[in-house]
Nanobody, 116 residues
Framework: VQLQACGGGVVQAGGSLRLSCVASGSIFSINAIGIGWYRQGPGKQREWVAGITSGGRTNYADDVKGRFTISRDNAKNTVYLQMNSLKPEDTAVYYC?????????WGQGTQVTVSS
């Protein structure tokens, strides 16, 4: 099972994007597990951004708190990351993966570029 992120793009500073995370290649349900969003900026290590537990509890990294919102739609088997008030330093490849348990294999991620 691989979790795939999509929805990235190029946006100006202050703009918004919504990323989606779906399970590819199977009927695997991500509704019963914690899902996290992670990102890797240019020349940086991959870092955790936000997580949502199977029960819907959310957590955020300090530098995105108040700007990003993680949510899940169980009917669509999808986890979202709504990103508002984007900054150039949010530029990165964004990935989704397990949260609160060992990682699955990493997908390709989706590029988010924020221009100043």
């Amino acid at each position: 099972v691989q979790l795939q992120a999509c929805g990235g793009g190029v946006v100006q500073a202050g703009g918004s994007l919504r990323l989606s995370c779906v399970a590819s290649g199977s009927i695997f349900s991500i509704n019963a597990i914690g899902i996290g969003w992670y990102r890797q900026g240019p020349g940086k290590q991959r870092e955790w951004v936000a997580g949502i537990t199977s029960g819907g509890r959310t957590n955020y990294a300090d530098d995105v708190k108040g700007r990003f919102t993680i949510s899940r739609d169980n009917a669509k088997n999808t986890v979202y990351l709504q990103m508002n008030s984007l900054k150039p330093e949010d530029t990165a490849v964004y990935y989704c993966n397990n949260y609160g348990r060992s990682y699955a294999s990493w997908g390709q991620g989706t590029q988010v570029t924020v221009s100043s």
